[in-house]
């Protein structure tokens, strides 16, 4: 809930990145992996500003490095 649907309604997606990131705290260890950067550059804010240190990556950056290492 980023990008424009962010810029289009701020509210909706504020709640829905702090809704996202209550439930990625208490699981993850240090990351959460998606497949959409706009979502998770929010989350990621959301999760930045909790100063909870878990990382946001991009699952192109994992498969990335894995065909890096083959």
Known sequence: FGG???A???DV???TA???ASHVRPTA???LVAGDQACLMNIGGV???QRAGIK???LAEILAH???DL
Do not use: C
Request: glycine share 4%; hydrophobic share 25%.
């Open 29 to 31: 260890e240090a990351g």
């Open 47 to 49: 999760l930045h500003r």
């Open 4 to 6: 424009t649907f962010a």
């Open 56 to 58: 946001t990556i991009h």
């Open 66 to 68: 894995t065909e890096e």
């Open 8 to 10: 289009k309604t701020p």
């Open 13 to 15: 997606s504020t709640a």
């Open 18 to 20: 702090s809704d996202t």
